[in-house]
């Protein structure tokens, strides 16, 4: 059974940094995609950031690229996104998703963990 943890979140203020952890179980890290998705109040779940295949190959969305590195410990079965310089625009709910190689819409994903609360705010 696929199941994804998601962990790290938490109030920090603008300029500051955050580390999100997604813990998975149930499927091999180095085929499928693990992405990281956000909604914000009122707005559409939009991706962050992907990882996928055996290199490990990567996405960002324009709006975090340079501050965002999304990396995976295959050993721990863990996916991280580690978040630097944040913005009030980056808070919301931080989701992470199991999807098949190279997706990054959130319909092409069908496993969902249960979301991590991000607020950036001074």
């Known amino acids: 059974q696929v199941q994804l943890v998601e962990s790290g979140g938490g109030l920090v203020q603008p300029g500051g940094s955050l580390r999100l952890s997604c813990a998975v179980s149930?499927?091999?890290?180095?085929?499928?995609?693990i992405a990281w998705f956000r909604q914000a109040p009122g707005k559409e779940r939009e991706v962050v950031s992907s990882i996928y295949g055996g290199f490990g190959s990567t996405y960002y969305v324009d709006s975090v690229k340079g501050r965002f590195t999304i990396s995976r410990d295959n050993a721990k079965n863990t996916v991280y996104l580690q978040m630097n310089s944040l913005k009030a625009e980056d808070t919301g709910v931080y989701y992470c998703a199991h999807g098949p190689p190279g997706a990054t819409m959130a319909v092409d994903f069908h496993w969902w963990g249960q979301g991590t609360q991000v607020t950036v705010s001074s």
């Open positions: 149930g499927f091999p890290l180095d085929y499928y995609t």
